[in-house]
């Protein structure tokens, strides 16, 4: 497709379970973001890639939260031992370079009970 | 943290009608781009504007950028109910992370 396709849509996971959340970027973009929105506010960054590397991974929350990007095209957000408060909508994003437009995917929604 | 914040909080007009939501940011930019949500999900590209333009258009669509006042504007013209969303500004500081507002709730009444 030519948008940014993420999976699940939806996802409901029990607490402590571990889950993962796939990001598929527009063809040809090397720079991939994860940001992560609650209910009522703006999307808040998680972790920028670069090609296969995480340029930047200061905005995931704890050691709970891991990013992959091994091929520097799909990448795969896990979250170990979810907690009540993991639940939000997930927002990939992808775009040519960091200086150009941003395209986002549909987001999963994570409903952790 | 925040960089951007999105005034109004919340906007409702009627069809046909302006919209215009503003964007206040702390830092220098290189530049600031504008998204539309609709129910929460996935976020539409609107428009990016440089540090170095002043006005951008897009169909019905005019963003401005005043970096010496450090804000920008949205403005819809001939609002429709589909235009019924959430925007967001989201600066851009020369490096790729991208900080978002709060964002405005737009709604056209019909």
């Known amino acids: 497709g030519a948008g940014v396709s993420q999976t699940p849509s939806n996802k409901v996971t029990e607490k402590g379970k571990y889950v993962e959340l796939r990001c598929d970027p527009i063809s040809g973009h090397t720079a991939l973001y994860w940001y992560r929105q609650s209910l009522g506010q703006g999307p808040e960054f998680l972790i920028y890639?670069?090609?296969?590397?995480?340029?930047?991974d200061s905005g995931l929350p704890n050691d709970r939260f891991f990013a992959v990007r091994p091929e520097g095209s799909v990448s795969t957000l896990k979250i170990q031992r979810t907690e009540r408060g993991d639940s939000a909508v997930y927002l990939c994003?992808?775009?040519?370079?960091?200086?150009?437009?941003?395209?986002f995917g549909q987001g999963t929604r994570l409903t952790v009970v | 943290s925040q960089q951007g914040e999105e005034d109004p909080q919340a906007l409702s007009i009627q069809e046909g009608e302006n919209a215009t939501m503003n964007c206040s940011y702390k830092?220098?930019?290189?530049?600031l781009q504008w998204y539309r949500q609709n129910s929460g999900r996935g976020l539409v590209h609107l428009i990016l504007?440089?540090?170095?333009?002043r006005e951008k258009h897009s169909g019905r669509l005019r963003v401005t950028l005043d970096t010496s006042k450090k804000s920008s504007s949205l403005l819809i013209t001939a609002s429709r109910a589909a235009d019924t969303a959430s925007y967001f500004c989201a600066t851009g500081s020369g490096t790729y992370k991208y900080i978002f507002g709060t964002g405005t709730r737009l709604k056209v009444l019909a």
């Open positions: 994003a992808s775009s040519l370079n960091q200086y150009t437009e941003a395209f």
């Open positions: 830092t220098s930019i290189n530049n």
């Open positions: 890639f670069q090609g296969t590397g995480a340029a930047d």
């Open positions: 504007i440089r540090s170095n333009e």
